[in-house]
């Protein structure tokens, strides 16, 4: 049975900020490691005059846990790209395929059929290892320095107004996860001017957590800066979206998934921690 998705959630408000390029998306009821790679100098961000928002992850299935605001934005006319840094190769998930080539395209085909239940663009893949963005980061060659490098690209070409990627927690500690997360902040924290919003997705410290996401991460309320609202065609997007991912996860767990996130932790309001100040 599935839950409605109506329910908003009883938490402290948020004061309107002008400067967030997602406050049209926000309550509708009212309304680290440090990588030693080297950054390239970014010229400021533009701003839109609505949400162009990229979302860089590590793998397949991470746009996941923020889907309902991807869906939404694109819903209300935004642009929305998805990277995914690796495809996600190594699996295991509930496949018996071998990891390699095979196992990557499938993913990727699955990722496809997500981003476009979530009405995103067509998704960019990066094809680097699963499980190796954070080996070796100090040499010249390593999958950091690349991954670095190809952060500062894409957002130089895309010049999006917001970003999402994974906290340095990396949600469960994952490595791919929080060298995702040193990658895309040491860019943009080395950006002169204007640069984009860049939002961590928050689970908050709650007394009653879900036990499922017993050692995921967790983040304090005072510390959480954006409470962005989704309807219910935007859980029904994630629904769909979730139902793609036959590799990763049986049929019971697809679609569990969305129903825990939406009625035990965001209940209306998917929540993010903001990195740094917004550029005025």
Not at 130 to 153: F, H, I, Q
Not at 213 to 222: F, I, N, Q, R, V
Request: negative net charge.
């Amino acid at each position: 049975m599935t839950a409605p998705a109506s329910a908003q959630i009883q938490a402290e408000p948020v004061p309107d900020d002008p400067d967030n390029p997602l406050e049209s998306l926000e309550r509708p009821a009212q309304s680290q490691e440090a990588g030693p790679a080297p950054v390239p100098q970014l010229r400021s961000a533009r701003r839109a005059t609505g949400p162009n928002v990229l979302a860089i992850v590590a793998h397949p299935d991470d746009e996941l846990f923020f889907a309902p605001v991807l869906a939404r934005a694109a819903r209300s006319g935004g642009k929305v790209t998805v990277v995914f840094a690796t495809s996600g190769d190594a699996g295991p998930g509930v496949t018996d395929m071998e990891p390699g080539a095979e196992l990557a395209a499938l993913r990727e085909e699955e990722a496809r059929c997500s981003i476009n239940a979530l009405g995103a663009s067509e998704p960019r893949f990066w094809q680097m290892g699963d499980g190796t963005l954070a080996v070796m980061a100090r040499k010249p060659d390593s999958p950091m320095r690349s991954l670095t490098l190809r952060v500062a690209e894409l957002i130089e070409e895309i010049e999006p107004n917001v970003v999402i990627t994974w906290g340095p927690d990396g949600g469960y500690g994952h490595s791919d996860h929080r060298a995702m997360n040193t990658a895309v902040t040491q860019v943009l924290q080395a950006m002169e001017g204007a640069r984009p919003d860049l939002l961590y997705p928050a689970l908050p410290v709650s007394d009653d957590a879900p036990s499922q996401l017993e050692g995921w991460a967790k983040t304090h309320p005072s510390l959480i800066t954006d409470r962005l609202s989704y309807e219910p065609r935007d859980l029904d997007a994630m629904r769909a979206a979730a139902n793609c991912y036959e590799s990763q996860f049986n049929a019971a767990a697809r679609a569990a998934l969305p129903e825990l996130l939406h009625a035990a932790v965001w209940r209306g309001n998917v929540f993010f921690r903001l990195a740094f100040s917004r550029s005025n």
